[in-house]
C-alpha cells in the first residue's frame, strides 16, 4: 500500500512540476495562464453551467502585449471565456458564445469584442462571427458579462458598453458548459500571458451607454430608421433601459461601425447600428 502511495505522490509531483499540468486546470483560478508556442490556457475550468449570465472580472497583464513579439500584426480573435449554449456540451462550434481579445498593435491596449459560434448557419452567414465590444488599457480590471436576453446575447464590458449578437435559441437560461482561455487563430501564444480573473460582484447598468446591435446581415444597410429599429428590437433592450431610467431616456444614434475608442481595430467585425443612451 505504502509503494502505491509513494508511486501516485511520484506521478502527481512530475506532473505538477510540468507547465502543461492538466490538474491546474481542476478549479478556477485567480490567474489565466498562457504559454508560449501553446493554445491552450490554464485558470478557467471547463465545467457544466445553466445560468441567466456567465462574467468574470479580468485584467490582462504579462504578456499580453504580444503583439510586440512578431515581425507583423496578426488581427485574430483569442478567446477569453464564454460558454456552449442551446444544450450543446463538448463543441464550441456547434453553438457559444464568447467574449474574445486581441492585442492593438503600437498600443497598450487590448480590444474586447463578442465572438458567437454556429456552426451550422455559416449559410445564413453567421458561422464565426465576432464584433467590437470595447477597448481597455492593459493592467486595468474589466468586469465582463454574456447574458441571455430573449433570442440574444447581452455583452457587457463594465458598466457602460453594450453589444448585442444574435442567439441560436430562445430558452431563458445559457445550457452547455464553461469554455477556457484559448490563444488562437491559427498561431500560438508567442510569449507566456498572464491574465487577472476573479468574481464579478454586481455590475450595475449606468448612464450614458454605448450600444452595438449587431445581429443580422447587411445591417448598415438596411433602410430600417435606426430610433424604430432600437424601439422595436425582439430582445427588448431599449425597454431595459427604459425601466432602468428614472428621468428621460434620450438615444443618439450614431452610424454604423463608428469607433467608440481610440485605436480600435476591428478587420473582418460585422457591422452594427451604434447609439449612445443616456437618462437625463
Avoid at 509503494?3 to 507547465?19: D, E, L, Q, T, Y
Avoid at 498600443?107 to 453567421?126: F, M, P, Q
Avoid at 434620450?250 to 469607433?259: D, I, M, S, T
Amino acid at each position: 500500500m505504502k509503494n502505491i502511495i509513494f508511486v501516485f505522490v511520484f506521478i502527481f509531483s512530475f506532473i505538477a512540476c510540468r507547465k502543461e499540468n492538466p490538474f491546474l486546470n481542476m478549479i478556477d483560478g485567480s490567474l489565466i495562464q498562457c504559454y508560449k508556442n501553446k493554445h491552450i490556457c490554464m485558470g478557467i475550468v471547463d465545467t457544466p453551467v445553466v445560468a441567466k449570465s456567465v462574467s468574470g472580472k479580468f485584467s490582462f497583464n504579462e504578456g499580453t502585449d504580444y503583439q510586440n513579439y512578431w515581425d507583423s500584426p496578426y488581427g485574430q480573435v483569442n478567446k477569453l471565456f464564454g460558454a456552449t449554449d442551446c444544450g450543446e456540451l463538448i463543441e464550441t462550434r456547434e453553438n457559444s458564445a464568447m467574449v474574445g481579445f486581441r492585442h492593438l498593435s503600437n498600443t497598450n491596449s487590448i480590444e474586447l469584442l463578442g465572438y458567437v459560434h454556429k456552426e451550422d448557419a455559416v449559410r445564413n452567414g453567421y458561422n464565426f462571427r465576432h464584433a467590437h465590444l470595447t477597448v481597455i488599457p492593459r493592467m486595468q480590471d474589466i468586469d465582463i458579462k454574456i447574458e441571455v436576453v430573449k433570442g440574444y446575447y447581452k455583452f457587457s464590458a463594465g458598466s457602460s458598453h453594450d453589444l448585442i449578437m444574435k442567439r441560436f435559441c430562445d430558452t431563458k437560461r445559457i445550457n452547455g458548459r464553461k469554455i477556457s482561455t484559448w490563444f488562437g487563430g491559427q498561431k500560438p501564444a508567442p510569449v507566456d500571458l498572464k491574465i487577472g480573473h476573479g468574481t464579478v460582484g454586481s455590475m450595475k447598468s449606468t448612464f450614458p451607454k454605448n450600444l452595438r446591435i449587431s445581429d443580422k446581415d447587411n445591417l448598415c444597410k438596411s433602410t430600417e430608421d435606426s430610433l424604430n429599429y432600437l424601439t422595436n428590437h425582439q430582445s427588448g433592450i431599449y425597454n431595459d433601459y427604459k425601466a432602468s431610467c428614472s428621468g428621460t431616456l434620450k438615444v443618439n444614434f450614431l452610424g454604423c461601425n463608428r469607433n467608440f475608442d481610440t485605436g480600435e481595430v476591428s478587420e473582418n467585425s460585422e457591422g452594427a447600428f451604434v447609439y449612445t443612451v443616456d437618462c437625463l
